[in-house]
């Protein structure tokens, strides 16, 4: 991860410049993760067990995300995470975006618009992530979740990642989410977006 001039030395050493980049790149997170629901061809693990989660509840997938948020937080307790302000931004901003997004972007039935909105989603997801990453201002609480689960259970990152990421997908699937080639050309690039993202971020702010 790149050391930014934004980059925070704890995650309450809060900035007016910190604040607005976090913002940015949680909005853009919960705008991108919006093209892929309203594509119709399969979302983010995640935003699958949101959108089951909403179907399920009649309420909106932003308000969906935002108690899946909570209800993974409350997870850190017994782990004994601490969030910081990034995490509890994470929460309130993306669900906000993704409703936003939701309501203002239209659906689209043709083929090739459909994997365009996948594909300037997940390039929106990754450039988000390394915004809000690069704040230093705390993990959000999937994210923190995920690394605690490393930490105290000894198991490799990435076996935790995709056991916790396969685990929520079918539970998602199983609410009513929406899973398709979506959902595969997600897991199969948003690495690469995101780490394509941190590149560009360290490039600009070498300069």
Known sequence: MPVTPWTAISPWSISVRRFAILFVGLFLFGIGDSLLIVSNIGNSPWTVLSQGVSRQLDIS????????????????????????????????????????????????????????????????????????ITCGLGSG???????????????????????????????GWALGGVVGLGTALFALLIGQAVAISFGVVARLTAR
């Open 61 to 132: 997938i932003g308000s969906a995300t935002l108690l899946v948020s909570l209800f993974v937080l409350a997870l850190w307790i017994p782990l004994r995470e601490t969030p910081g302000f990034g995490t509890l931004a994470n929460i309130l901003i993306i669900a906000a975006a993704i409703d936003i997004g939701v309501r203002f972007i239209p659906d689209q039935e043709i083929f090739i618009l459909e994997i365009l909105y996948v594909l300037l989603g997940i390039t929106l997801v990754g450039l988000g992530s390394a915004l809000y």
């Open 141 to 171: 609480p999937r994210d923190g979740w995920m690394t605690a689960l490393h930490r105290r259970t000894g198991l490799p990152v990435g076996r935790v990642r995709l056991s916790i990421e396969v685990l929520v997908l079918i539970t």
